[in-house]
Nanobody, 123 residues
Framework: EVQLVESGGGSVKAGGSLRLACTAS????????MGWYRQAPGKECELVRTYRAYGNSVKGRATISHDAAENTVYLLIAPLKSDDTAVYYCAAAETPGTWGRRANGCYSAFAYWGQGTQVTVSS
């Protein structure tokens, strides 16, 4: 069974940094074939980062990295803003022809999703 598990969320101050982790089991993560999304209260789900793309709201502030030995991909956001408050999801295995709305409300062609981790940024 494929599972993606996000960790590292929590409450942080604006201006600080936060590193989220996405660890896979039953599946080998390809750092070039995964992404991070987020959904803030009352807002649409948006792309945060893939290796080749980023959301405009995190331009210049979000870095993605891959630890193959740990089968984990990380997302670092710095400096944090209050608008970064959201539930963050990792996703993997983009599948052509499957673009659509996922159970968490995100539109994507990624096949596998984690359950999400809450990030709350206070000013």
């Amino acid at each position: 069974e494929v599972q993606l598990v996000e960790s590292g969320g929590g409450s942080v101050k604006a201006g600080g940094s936060l590193r989220l982790a996405c660890t896979a089991s039953g599946f080998t993560l390809d750092g070039d074939d995964m992404g991070w999304y987020r959904q803030a209260p009352g807002k649409e789900c948006e792309l945060v980062r893939t290796y080749r793309a980023y959301g405009n709201s995190v331009k210049g502030r979000a870095t993605i990295s891959h630890d193959a030995a740990e089968n984990t991909v990380y997302l670092l956001i710095a400096p944090l803003k209050s608008d970064d408050t959201a539930v963050y999801y990792c996703a993997a295995a983009e599948t052509p022809g499957t673009w659509g709305r996922r159970a968490n409300g995100c539109y994507s062609a990624f096949a596998y999703w984690g359950q999400g981790t809450q990030v709350t940024v206070s000013s």
